[in-house]
């Protein structure tokens, strides 16, 4: 009786070492074959694509660099690419600048911290359609900003960056930062909080301004969140797309197009399919290159860790 007792013992034992190790497997199995599929599987076949001459439908007739070659020999590619530098630029910039300050701000545990900080994170709950769609009507001269400002009695006032060739790229960077600058708040609070307030108040006691413990001690020690943010930010100018279309479309003309409106205009509006996927294993690239050595960088910390 005993040593069916125990055979049971065992077998219930071996039984839920073998359910605790497995389901985590049976329950995350479908989306590893998902992701492997629908992410994975797309790239390598968007890969394939690239470098052959397909257009409204795909061919699987290797062709060689024709499209990276037909692609860097297109102007309005370049003019993309141009964007894409201004933009991310400012984006990025601006997004941390205004994110470190705001977050400085808080951390001086004022009475409405908690109203505040809800209102600086409520933009990044709104998609960017929606953002797109108030800076649209916004920016826009004949309802907009200059038309208010025209009727508190300035009528030479002009504010036409939205429907202005040289400075359409601008108007995103505007509200770009609008809608992303709580998210990087969001980051540099955490980052302040979890300093050590012994080191701050050490430095007080050696006689050192709350500005200068800033500068030289508590920004310094943010390193890791502003690498964190950078990518972040990064990853989110390059793949930009709905907020170009809804609040320029590219325009006017193609001057405010990014890279992801144009591999969208080429591969599905002019059925130029293998060129526009050309365009898609660039901005891969591009993402691959940010992306790669943060993952080499975290790795690196915990191995020394």
Excluded at 105 to 116: M, T, Y
Excluded at 265 to 291: C, D, E
Aim: net charge positive; proline share 4%; charged share 15%.
């Amino acid at each position: 009786m005993i040593s069916v007792n125990n055979q049971r013992g065992i077998f219930n034992g071996t039984f839920s070492n073998w359910l605790e190790n497995t389901l985590p497997k049976i329950v995350l199995s479908p989306t590893l074959l998902a992701s492997l599929i629908f992410v994975y599987g797309f790239v390598l076949w968007t890969a394939w694509i690239s470098f052959t001459k397909s257009r409204l439908l795909p061919k699987y007739d290797l062709a060689g660099f024709f499209q990276y070659v037909k692609l860097f020999s297109n102007d309005r590619w370049w003019v993309a690419s141009k964007n894409l530098l201004i933009f991310g630029s400012l984006f990025i910039l601006f997004c941390i600048v205004l994110g470190l300050i705001i977050a400085i701000l808080l951390d001086q545990r004022i009475r409405v911290e908690g109203a505040l900080r809800t209102i600086y994170l409520y933009p990044m709950a709104l998609s960017f359609i929606v953002t797109g769609t108030a800076w649209k009507w916004i920016l826009n001269p004949g309802l907009g900003f200059e038309r208010l400002v025209r009727q508190l009695g300035f009528t030479d006032f002009t504010f036409d960056w939205l429907v202005n060739s040289e400075m359409s790229i601008y108007t995103i960077v505007i509200a770009g930062v609008w809608q992303s600058t709580g998210f990087v708040m969001a980051l540099f609070l955490a980052g302040l909080r979890g300093i050590d307030d012994a080191i701050i108040k050490a430095a007080q006691v050696d006689g050192a301004s709350l500005p200068r413990i800033y500068w030289r001690i508590i920004i310094p020690s943010l390193r890791p969140v502003f690498f964190s943010a950078i990518i972040i930010l990064s990853h989110i100018a390059i793949k930009s797309f709905d907020l170009v279309v809804v609040l320029t479309r590219g325009g006017p003309g193609y001057s405010s197009d990014l890279p992801a409106t144009f591999m969208y205009a080429f591969a599905f509006n002019r059925n130029q399919l293998g060129f526009g996927a050309a365009s898609a294993m660039v901005m891969f690239g591009a993402v691959m290159a940010i992306i790669i050595p943060y993952l080499y960088s975290e790795l690196r910390m915990k191995r020394y860790e």
